[in-house]
């Protein structure tokens, strides 16, 4: 605008906006991940240098083993939140934990506080980044349910059992998406699909790819997780023994060999053996044939 009205910067000729387009379509690559964050080169870095479970302190940018301060800003709040997008699940729930404590210590999370939890200073009591984190890590475990049909290729006739709640089904007779639609038509928050192949496990078989029906399934909301026989019994036999199952969903690798907390009435599973999708269908799904259930 200034150059149209002859005023200033009669020389530039927009070289700048030019090399910020051409860095930007060389940083999009990056962003093409499941959960959307850029790859985590980065991120890597703050868990090595950073993270010091479960408290995260900044350190010396060239010498990353020295802390460059004995506090914590409580715009750290937000990062159990992107550990749950990125699907690092354990040590959000750890920050997590630990910024809760902070909270119940002071009833409220201080602006900055030090690592044995006192206040550094104060402003801004209200921190909306801890909300966030809590949602997210809500969002990636409930209570699980088993549906009928078992096989949930119809129309869920226990939906009252379902609403709110993870659907346990079994593997087979339709495709892994018509399965997706019938449950969260019926009120789930995500479906685990159980093999009905007798015996398989995590440990011989390797995992695939839950593909579609070969329609559009930008409908599908709802987080679907695929279990072998073995694992998938595990849940099934908490269930029989005890009042209620919560599971935790997670689709890192790293936390197979699944952790479990059993209390009087409850029985809290951490599922690592699974294969977890942000959705039913991932990218990939566009470019695999479909695939019998």
């Not at 709110?164 to 495709?175: F, P, S």
């Not at 009087?264 to 479909?290: A, R, T």
Request: hydrophobic share 40%.
């Amino acid at each position: 605008m200034l150059k149209e009205k002859g005023e200033y910067m009669q020389w530039y000729n927009g070289e700048l906006l030019q090399m910020a387009k051409e860095l930007g379509y060389k940083l999009l690559p990056a962003f093409n991940t499941t959960s959307g964050l850029p790859y985590p080169r980065h991120y890597d870095a703050i868990m090595r240098y950073i993270s010091q479970p479960p408290l995260l302190l900044d350190v010396h940018i060239h010498k990353p083993m020295l802390n460059a301060r004995t506090w914590m800003d409580s715009l750290l709040a937000f990062f159990p939140g992107l550990q749950v997008l990125k699907g690092d699940i354990r040590p959000a729930i750890e920050t997590h934990e630990m910024l809760y404590q902070v909270i119940k210590k002071h009833n409220f999370l201080p602006e900055a506080f030090t690592t044995d939890f006192r206040v550094h200073w104060a402003q801004h009591p209200l921190r909306p980044e801890f909300a966030e984190s809590t949602y997210f890590l809500y969002k990636t475990r409930g209570f699980v349910a088993t549906i009928k049909p078992y096989n949930g290729c119809s129309e869920i006739t226990n939906p009252e059992v379902v609403k709110e709640k993870i659907a346990l089904m079994q593997r087979g007779q339709c495709m892994f998406a018509e399965k997706a639609r019938n449950i969260q038509k019926a009120g789930a928050i995500g479906g685990i699909v159980i093999d009905d192949n007798e015996g398989s496990s995590s440990d011989t078989a390797p995992l695939f790819q839950m593909a579609g029906d070969g329609k559009n399934t930008d409908d599908i909301t709802i987080p679907m997780l695929f279990l072998f026989n073995k694992e998938g019994n595990i849940i099934l036999d908490a269930i029989r023994e005890y009042e209620s199952v919560e599971v935790l969903l997670s689709d890192k690798a790293k936390d197979r060999g699944a952790d479990a907390l059993f209390g009087s009435s409850s029985f809290v599973f951490d599922i690592g053996n699974g294969f977890l999708m942000k959705q039913l269908i991932s990218e990939m799904c566009h470019y695999l044939p479909p695939l019998p259930s």
